[in-house]
């Protein structure tokens, strides 16, 4: 004869989140016992919880003041301490401070982050990023700057800094580099130099119809016309002489001579006229 004790307040047995419940193999939510019926009921978690397994979390809340240890591990309300391994994608939403050393084989996916003294932010490879909130906020880069697309700049599009000192592309999208500018500014030196040249001498006199000066006239460069009277004045007694009436020629290289066309000047001159060159003199 077997003897069954029945109690009069059941025992009740209600599945919930992570934990399920089973009764000769048949799964059940809800389910009171009061002894008198003797089958194997099982609750299941389903996972292995032992010391040595792998637990893992769905999702984990904790209020203020709560704290939950798993190993080495502790978990308290917006705190995490102790040693922390990820093994997939970690995806922080908010702030995370962490006292111990994490490990991540996985992606960090995160707006910022805080690393030691060092803040580094983190941008998605689509839409534009703004630097500062108002256009009059400067942005300073203390390092290298490797931009492989090109740079708008006040809404012009500059593609790239060239070397090439032969500016073979005219680009209007190109910067040039300094050595360009300056092998440039080398190559128009001599006709630079040339166009520049001005300079004033006082004539000796010789007879009614010549004066010499000591100076020699600037040669030309060759991309550009040789040196003529026509690129002098000069002054007699102040009054400019016009130079349809006067030949110069170069008779040594102290000696440059003026040669007046008396004729057409209606005038000689004399010793105590003052002749005044101005133009392209060497010096």
């Known amino acids: 004869m077997s003897i069954i004790f029945k109690v009069n307040k059941p025992l009740t047995l209600k599945s919930g989140t992570g934990v399920t419940l089973d009764r000769n193999g048949v799964v059940f939510t809800e389910k009171s016992f009061d002894g008198e019926d003797n089958a194997d009921t099982t609750l299941s978690i389903g996972q292995a919880v032992g ?60 707006g910022s982050g805080l690393f030691g003294s060092r803040t580094q932010t983190i941008t998605h490879n689509t839409g534009s990023t703004i630097f500062g909130n108002i256009i009059s906020q400067k942005q300073f880069f203390t390092g290298s700057l490797d931009v492989t697309g090109s740079i708008l700049l006040n809404n012009y599009k500059i593609d790239e800094i060239s070397n090439d000192t ?22 128009i030196k001599p006709d630079r130099d040339y166009l520049r040249k001005s300079f004033v001498h006082t004539g000796s006199f010789v007879n009614s119809a010549t004066s010499s000066f000591n100076a020699i006239t600037a040669s030309a460069p060759t ?33 440059l001579e003026l040669r007046l066309d008396t004729d057409s000047l209606g005038y000689t001159i004399s010793a105590l006229d003052e002749i005044i060159g101005f133009g392209k003199f060497n010096n």
């Open 51 to 110: 010391t040595t397994d792998s637990v893992v979390f769905q999702s984990v809340t904790l209020t203020d003041g709560d704290s939950l240890n798993v190993g080495n591990i502790t978990f308290s309300d917006g705190k995490i301490s102790g040693d922390v391994r990820f093994l997939q994608d970690l995806s922080i939403t908010e702030n995370m401070f962490h006292t111990g050393s994490i490990l991540v084989n996985g992606t960090i996916t995160s």
């Open 166 to 187: 032969n500016l073979t592309d005219e680009s209007i999208n190109t910067l040039v580099t300094e050595n360009v500018a300056k092998t440039f500014l080398a190559t």
């Open 223 to 255: 991309s550009l016309g040789s040196t003529t009277e026509n690129d002098f004045m000069f002054f007699i007694n102040g009054m400019l002489v016009e130079n349809d009436a006067l030949t110069i020629e170069q008779k040594s290289l102290t000696n």
